[in-house]
């Protein structure tokens, strides 16, 4: 297993009710470390372009509303594997189907309101890393 970097972000959801810590020990226990985060308020501009892949999707436009509905934290995790590790912990988009002891499990409040984004492939990783990150804010 190569080490990876992967971008993972707390969503407004989670910062909300006060979960970052609990959230960064479920991270931590899987293996992930934490080697840069930043805790900050999207822009709608920013919202649009981070997730300009679901552009087309009915629910993109409640979704740019929601992530910039209140603070996030930006994160990126590194460990062997990191980005599947990573979307194991996080468990399925949809809470209902995620499974015990994931973080949407334990937190998530809807398919939308689901407390983490996880980065989906190793190239996706180092393009979201690079949209929120210089190279010299990560710290191995
Ligand atoms: P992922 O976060 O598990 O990778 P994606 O399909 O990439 O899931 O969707 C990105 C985000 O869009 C989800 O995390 C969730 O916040 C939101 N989302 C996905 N599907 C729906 C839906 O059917 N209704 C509302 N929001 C959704
Ligand atoms: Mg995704």
Do not use: C, W
């Amino acid at each position: 297993m190569a080490t990876e970097r992967t971008l993972s972000i707390i969503k407004p959801d989670a910062t909300r009710r006060n979960l970052t810590g609990k959230i960064n020990a479920m991270l931590e226990d899987a293996g992930l470390r934490i080697v840069a985060q930043r805790r900050m308020q999207l822009t709608t501009a920013q919202a649009q372009a981070f997730y300009a892949v679901h552009a087309e999707r009915p629910f993109y436009n409640d979704l740019v509303s929601f992530m910039i509905s209140g603070p996030v934290v930006v994160q990126v995790l590194e460990g062997a594997d990191a980005v599947a590790k990573n979307r194991n912990v996080m468990g399925a988009t949809n809470p209902a189907d995620a499974a015990e002891g994931t973080i949407r499990k334990a937190f998530a409040e809807s398919i939308e309101a689901n407390s983490v984004h996880g980065s989906d492939s190793a190239e996706n990783a180092a393009n979201e890393i690079a949209f929120f990150f210089a190279g010299t804010d990560i710290v191995g």
